[in-house]
């Protein structure tokens, strides 16, 4: 199976400090995206990284990719309490994609 | 529309019952996707689309889930004799090609209630 794995499973911080978040997954992947989800509804698109990028940033985010530890991670800096969501990545699978379980993010204010 | 439209939005059936859900896609996306969602949990795969042909339907959880999709557009999805386990959000997906390389936009779900 190629279903990647998110940790932590749920992270608290408080406004205005960094969240991490690290994904796993099993097999090479030519790329890896990651989607936020409020309220357990649809999901939002955040990014896409290519295997052949280690790192990509929009606005307050921040993903790497390291191929050779199968792993990336997003980063949101200055975090704000509209922040507060699950967060997922997906990384391919045959001509499909698949999801790791998510991050469950809170933002304190 | 501007986004993946899905309906309804939410369904509560009885034990035993048909249900039909049905999604409708960024207009001119080619794959459409149908993932479900148990409270609290991850995305499971449930069937794509490529055009109205289903290459991948391994993830259709057993032979009362069934898909169609018709002139390249809208989707519905069945389930017949709906069980408790059932009972999850339904969310539906589309992209402009098929491939796990592209970004898949994603409507806001039919939750989905078997009591």
């Known amino acids: 199976s190629q279903q990647g794995e998110e940790d932590p499973q749920a992270l608290s911080i408080q406004e205005g400090e960094n969240a991490t978040m690290n994904c796993s997954y099993k097999t090479s992947i030519n790329n890896l995206q990651w989607y936020r989800q409020n309220s357990g509804r649809g999901l939002v698109h955040l990014i896409l990284?290519?295997?052949?990028?280690r790192e990509k940033h929009s606005g307050r985010l921040r993903v790497t990719l390291d191929t050779s530890k199968k792993s990336s991670s997003l980063l949101i800096t200055a975090s704000r309490a509209a922040d507060t969501a699950s967060y997922f990545c997906?990384?391919?699978?045959?001509?499909?994609?698949?999801f790791g379980p998510g991050t469950r993010l809170s933002v304190l204010p | 529309g501007a986004g993946v439209s899905q309906s309804p939005s939410n369904k509560v059936t009885e034990k035993g019952k048909d249900v039909e859900l049905r999604c409708d896609p960024i207009s001119g996306h080619t794959a459409l996707y149908w993932y479900r969602q148990s409270l609290g949990q991850g995305l499971e795969f449930l069937i794509y689309f490529q055009g109205n042909s289903a290459p991948d339907k391994s993830g259709l959880p057993s032979d009362r889930f069934s898909a169609e999709r018709t002139g390249g557009s809208v989707s519905t999805l069945t389930i017949q004799r709906t069980q408790q386990e059932d009972s999850a959000v339904y969310l539906c997906?589309?992209?402009?090609?098929?491939?796990?390389?592209?970004?898949?936009?994603f409507g806001q779900g039919t939750r989905l209630t078997v009591v």
């Open positions: 997906a589309s992209s402009l090609v098929q491939g796990a390389g592209t970004e898949a936009f």
């Open positions: 990284i290519r295997s052949n990028e």
């Open positions: 997906a990384m391919p699978y045959g001509q499909n994609f698949v």
